[in-house]
């Protein structure tokens, strides 16, 4: 039996458009990619999320921007949560559960800049508790995140069901126990997949 929801934030309930960032503040989709790469696709961005400084994992980025492009990265990075936005359909759902006497939590790995963000995610108000990475110095998938968030809120890990966006951090959660549904943006198979679980959400938004 479902007794609690636990979100991932990012790519869940809220969209991050990494694309736009960079191409934001730069000239030229070329650009755009190399400082899209080195902000997102390399080890660095998971300073941040990790609990370190913003202006370390910059620091990390620009050993490998050319300096043409270190304007664009401090810009990008000063900015980057302009770039957040709700996903509509998500949080719909979020206040359906809520209506339903479901508590919701945030497991999410993120940065400190979350305390700046956070009341973009329109169900905000609702959420019941937040276990973030950066202020426990873990990382999704790592087991031990999970557990840290079953023994902060008191929570069984059968009756938990986990949505993420990362397969391997759905894999990680069934491991402990719970259940889990990769998002993969269809909202309908969200919805089935919570009804199989006995949670009376209706078909369609």
């Given at each position: 039996?479902?007794?609690?929801?636990?979100?991932?934030?990012?790519?869940?309930?809220?969209?991050?458009?990494?694309?736009?960032?960079?191409?934001?503040?730069?000239?030229?989709?070329?650009?755009?990619?190399?400082?899209?790469?080195?902000?997102?696709?390399?080890?660095?961005?998971?300073?941040?999320?990790r609990g370190g400084t913003e202006e370390e994992g910059l620091a990390r980025m620009k050993e490998r921007l050319p300096q043409r492009l270190w304007t664009a990265a401090d810009q990008a990075?000063?900015?980057?949560?302009?770039?957040?936005?709700?996903?509509?359909?998500?949080?719909?759902?979020?206040?359906?559960?809520?209506?339903?006497?479901?508590?919701?939590?945030?497991?999410?790995?993120?940065?400190?800049?979350?305390?700046?963000?956070?009341?973009?995610?329109?169900?905000?108000?609702?959420?019941?508790?937040?276990?973030?990475?950066?202020?426990?110095?873990?990382?999704?998938?790592?087991?031990?995140?999970?557990?840290?968030?079953f023994s902060r809120f008191g929570l069984t890990p059968g009756e938990c069901f986990f949505i993420d966006d990362y397969n391997v951090n759905i894999e990680a959660a069934r491991w402990c126990?719970?259940?889990?549904?990769?998002?993969?943006?269809?909202?309908?198979?969200?919805?089935?997949?919570?009804?199989?679980?006995?949670?009376?959400?209706?078909?369609?938004?």
């Amino acid at each position: 039996m479902v007794k609690a929801v636990i979100f991932d934030m990012g790519n869940i309930l809220l969209d991050f458009d990494t694309w736009g960032l960079t191409a934001a503040f730069t000239d030229c989709g070329e650009d755009a990619a190399l400082l899209h790469r080195e902000m997102f696709e390399g080890p660095d961005w998971l300073i941040l999320d990790r609990g370190g400084t913003e202006e370390e994992g910059l620091a990390r980025m620009k050993e490998r921007l050319p300096q043409r492009l270190w304007t664009a990265a401090d810009q990008a990075m000063a900015h980057w949560d302009e770039f957040l936005t709700p996903r509509p359909e998500i949080n719909r759902l979020a206040r359906e559960l809520d209506g339903l006497g479901l508590p919701l939590y945030i497991l999410s790995n993120t940065s400190h800049r979350f305390y700046s963000f956070r009341e973009k995610i329109p169900v905000w108000p609702l959420i019941k508790g937040t276990l973030l990475s950066c202020e426990e110095h873990l990382l999704k998938p790592d087991l031990d995140i999970f557990r840290r968030l079953f023994s902060r809120f008191g929570l069984t890990p059968g009756e938990c069901f986990f949505i993420d966006d990362y397969n391997v951090n759905i894999e990680a959660a069934r491991w402990c126990g719970m259940q889990a549904f990769h998002y993969q943006n269809n909202i309908s198979r969200l919805r089935a997949a919570l009804r199989q679980a006995g949670v009376p959400v209706a078909a369609e938004p």
